[in-house]
């Protein structure tokens, strides 16, 4: 599963053009590709280890309208990302968790963004006519949601 | 009053090691004593004094301990924290956290942790390497490797192979700087949290496991370049799982056993037990106990590879 320079072009221009990541950010990871999914790995294992699984972080998905980011790989760029933030407060962040469209903040165009809340990247989301959605897994939104029950008791 | 209840719970604590442990009434008082709650910080992320403030601000008593500042003890449980869930931190018992520092891995350097699951250790190794240099992560078990990969994830681990070989297994192709052997053992100083355990683990599981740690130990070691470390762990205070399992490797490979050095106060390897007699290095591994660190307790030995 090699990296190619066109798969490292196209993951680096969609980072750069929609979430203002420098290519700098990209520069020690490598992007490898295994059916629909481009893993970022920045250290390969040593040669004789085989593993079902790809190395490092599994960054995005192939889907029929382009790439979209994972919420993991979201998070770990973190401040690396300066476009395309999505600013939530907790009712709205517990509202999209809750699978709700929500209207979208003024000065975003559609297209995946940058879910956060207190500046911390939370995930991935799409803002499509007006409304955004959130696309964090189930398992982790159901623990984000627990989080934030918690902080507000605080 | 209190000598007599003392006395009675000092016969009910792990009574088996009485003879080894140092201060054991200091000792069976820990035991009986919670255990603190640490927020190892996820230096990948975050740095410690940050995370500490971010605590501070969220109402939790957070202070950093002197001997190692990136590990935070907190007054409350901070499992349910939005610092938690964005990988900030990972909650881990100040011992857990010494084979690591034992093993030292460098940026750049190839490192396994053999037997890895749930994954503290594993997270603690990319944070010494910073980003930099290969981690293999190894765990057969698939119940458990989910939770490897869950915190793999959590904390923006980008480094790590996750394999899945039975650790007397693991092939020998692939060579490497450092290795982790924090072992499958029976627990027993884990007994701060496991009231069960404070009978001492049945023998025969003590033996079961000792038999599948001589394997894993001299596997590991094969995996390893010249030149190479690896830190040998467990949570257990049973000599049959530590020291006998360190003085098999020796027997069995021109292994190099090196003293352990650690910031706190822990005690010797034992030079001896139940007829068997350690070779004199052996005095070089580690035993900790938990009313010397506050903490668990367990056992690390750091051996080299000429």
Not at chain 1, 5 to 31: I, K, T
Not at chain 2, 178 to 203: H, N, Q, Y
Not at chain 2, 216 to 239: E, H, K, M, N, Q
Request: glycine share 8%; charged share 25%; proline share 8%.
């Amino acid at each position: 599963m090699p990296e190619s320079n066109a798969l490292r072009q196209e993951v680096s221009a969609l980072f750069e053009r929609r979430f203002g990541v420098s290519s700098e950010s990209l520069a020690g990871l490598a992007f490898r590709e295994r059916r629909d999914e481009v893993w970022a790995c920045n250290s390969p294992p040593p040669s004789g280890i085989e593993s079902d699984r790809p190395s490092g972080l599994r960054a995005l998905r192939r889907r029929a309208d382009g790439l979209k980011p994972t919420s993991t790989f979201l998070i770990a760029l973190g401040d690396c990302i300066t476009a395309s933030r999505v600013d939530l407060d907790s009712d709205l962040l517990r509202l999209v968790l809750l699978g709700q469209r929500v209207p979208a903040p003024p000065g975003h165009t559609d297209g995946y963004v940058a879910l956060c809340f207190r500046d911390d990247v939370v995930g991935c989301g799409k803002l499509r006519g007006g409304l955004l959605h959130g696309l964090i897994p189930t398992g982790r939104r159901r623990e984000l949601l627990n989080a934030l029950d918690a902080d507000s008791r605080a | 009053m209190r000598s007599d209840r003392n006395t009675l719970e000092a016969d009910t604590v792990l009574p088996r090691y009485r003879s080894i442990i140092p201060d054991w009434e200091r000792f069976v008082d820990t035991c009986q004593r919670p255990l603190p709650t640490i927020a190892r910080t996820n230096t990948l992320r975050i740095a410690p004094a940050e995370l500490r403030e971010r605590l501070l601000k969220q109402g939790i008593s957070a202070s950093q301990l002197t001997w190692e500042p990136t590990l935070i003890e907190v007054d409350r449980p901070v499992g349910n924290t939005i610092e938690h869930w964005l990988g900030l931190l990972y909650i881990q018992e100040a011992v857990q956290t010494l084979p690591v520092t034992v093993l030292d891995p460098r940026p750049g350097e190839a490192v396994l942790d053999l037997c890895a699951a749930p994954g503290g250790k594993t997270t603690q190794i990319a944070a010494h390497l910073g980003g930099s240099g290969p981690i293999v992560a190894n765990e057969p078990s698939g119940r458990r490797q989910q939770a490897l990969l869950a915190n793999v994830n959590r904390l923006a681990v980008l480094n790590a192979t996750i394999t899945a070989y039975r650790g007397e297994n693991f092939p020998l192709r692939a060579r490497f700087d450092r290795i982790l052997v924090d072992a499958p053992c029976s627990a027993e100083a884990t007994v701060r949290k496991e009231v069960s355990l404070r009978a001492g683990a049945p023998k025969g599981t003590i033996a079961r496991l000792a038999r599948l740690q001589k394997r894993l130990i001299v596997r590991a070691y094969d995996c390893l370049r010249p030149g190479g470390v690896l830190v040998y762990s467990t949570c257990t205070f049973a000599p049959e799982e530590n020291e006998s399992v360190v003085a098999h490797l020796l027997q069995q490979r021109d292994a190099r056993l090196t003293p352990v050095l650690l910031p706190v106060n822990v005690s010797a390897g034992l030079p001896s037990w139940g007829g068997e007699t350690y070779p004199p290095e052996i005095r070089g591994c580690a035993r900790v106990y938990p009313h010397q660190l506050d903490s668990g307790g367990g056992f690390v030995a750091r051996i080299e590879r000429p």
